[in-house]
């Protein structure tokens, strides 16, 4: 294989023998979007752009002259773009994963203008606590197979690498049980899971509620850490959930068992996660409808990844919808994510790239960036994924686009045609 090398002359080329040999190129592309970090216009936009490959990782990304420079590329397996986009796989650094059955009555229901204790009262399952009583019925089979399906379409719309949390189990053994069904699901199908434990998501029914803050700190974070179930910890303080004082307990327990911390906060209300937030200095902030500008801004001073979800604005029709634009003006770093939960039911990011345009006033290369290196930062993983770089992971999506601006243009039918995960193809779908 001899991909078009510009041009070059033999006396320009170097040998083959001086170069890194490639196992795969893609080529014939529109545009390679590499979203790498030092990218002035943020997208890393190279037309006609090439990516050459070294098994897992990526070896050379520029324009057919450039690789052909740095990269050997005469046994190469051809990955064709046929005039399409290639970007990074994109990052979704915040999803509830694992649940059982929907709350489509839930939803339907609100829509016609019923009360929450209208619905509670038909017997409705509704809110986390609903949510949780479908799980503790289901099956560890049900579980694994629903999760599953969601993520073939999220692997289907371009996503690589999905952050994945608990918290709909609210028990030791029920937090545990969906934490093991993450775990199958990241050894049995192409996407990386990244797991969150998140415990303190609610106070289940009949319990106590020191109790069970007690249950958090003393049982389900050591055990969650000591079989290395979650990378991360996380908390939703908020009003009517966990208190700062009490999200601090669950946080710090965390960061003493070596689990790494994030939370949720100020989605309804403000109470003071955030500046919680910035002093411990978690991984990611999360939702921030109701943060200031200036407790935004001790975010950023802190080194924390703001992570917004418009679907999840849009699925609720909220009232305040993140201040999204403010956070990237602060120079706050911000990461896009589905929320993908029973309450907003979403497998893709272009979708989320769509709303973050339209609602939130991004540009589309700020929403790209936003998408796939934003969502690295949010999961602490940017030095690996996230952008096309050298030496980076080759988590690769191709759509058939003829711009990346496409991505925030072309609503509800954006599913990428091949899509790379360490370098092997791991989807390949029919051209729309």
Not at 286 to 314: C, I, W
Not at 341 to 348: N, T
């Amino acid at each position: 294989m001899t991909p078009a090398d510009g041009g070059m002359t033999a006396m320009d080329r170097p040998s083959p023998a001086a170069l890194p040999r490639a196992t795969a190129v893609v080529t014939g592309a529109a545009q390679v979007l590499t979203c790498a970090e030092g990218a002035p216009d943020l997208v890393g936009c190279i037309a006609g752009g090439v990516v050459a490959l070294a098994g897992d990782r990526v070896l050379a990304v520029g324009t057919p002259q450039d690789v052909a420079r740095r990269a050997d590329l005469a046994a190469a397996r051809v990955v064709p773009a046929r005039g399409g986009i290639v970007l990074p796989g994109f990052v979704d650094s915040h999803t509830h994963l694992v649940f059982a059955g929907s709350r489509v009555a839930e939803y339907s229901g609100r829509l016609r203008g019923e009360s929450a204790a209208s619905l509670r009262a038909r017997g409705v399952p509704s809110g986390i606590r609903g949510t949780a009583r479908l799980v503790r019925a289901a099956s560890r089979a049900q579980l694994e197979d629903e999760a599953r399906e969601r993520l073939v379409h999220m692997l289907a719309c371009g996503t690589t690498t999905v952050e994945a949390k608990s918290g709909y189990g609210l028990s030791t053994a029920e937090e545990i049980r969906i934490l093991e069904v993450q775990a199958a699901l990241a050894d049995s199908q192409p996407l990386r899971i990244v797991s969150t434990l998140l415990a303190a998501h609610e106070f289940p029914e009949g319990v106590p509620r020191d109790e069970y803050l007690r249950e958090i700190v003393e049982d389900i974070v050591p055990e969650v850490a000591r079989q290395r179930l979650a990378v991360f910890n996380d908390v939703y303080c908020d009003d009517g959930y966990y208190t700062v004082a009490e999200s601090r307990r669950v946080l710090e327990a965390g960061l003493r068992h070596g689990l790494q911390a994030k939370i949720h906060t100020d989605a309804y209300s403000h109470i003071g996660g955030a500046a919680l937030a910035a002093e411990l200095r978690v991984v990611s902030a999360d939702h921030l409808n109701h943060t200031t500008e200036a407790e935004l801004a001790a975010l950023r001073d802190a080194g924390v990844t703001g992570v917004v979800m418009p679907a999840l604005d849009f699925a609720v029709a909220h009232t305040k919808p993140t201040p999204a634009r403010t956070m990237l003006d602060l120079g706050l770093p911000v990461a896009l994510a589905t929320d993908m939960c029973p309450g907003c039911w979403l497998e893709a990011m272009s979708f989320v790239i769509q709303l973050a345009c339209r609602h939130y006033a991004f540009k589309p290369e700020e929403a790209l960036r936003a998408a796939t290196l934003g969502g690295a930062r949010a999961l602490g993983l940017q030095a690996s994924i996230g952008s096309l770089e050298p030496g980076k992971q080759a988590d690769i999506a191709i759509f058939d686009l003829p711009s990346y601006e496409d991505l925030a243009y072309r609503f509800g039918r954006v599913r990428a045609r091949t899509v790379l995960r360490a370098g092997a193809v791991v989807h390949e779908g029919a051209a729309p």
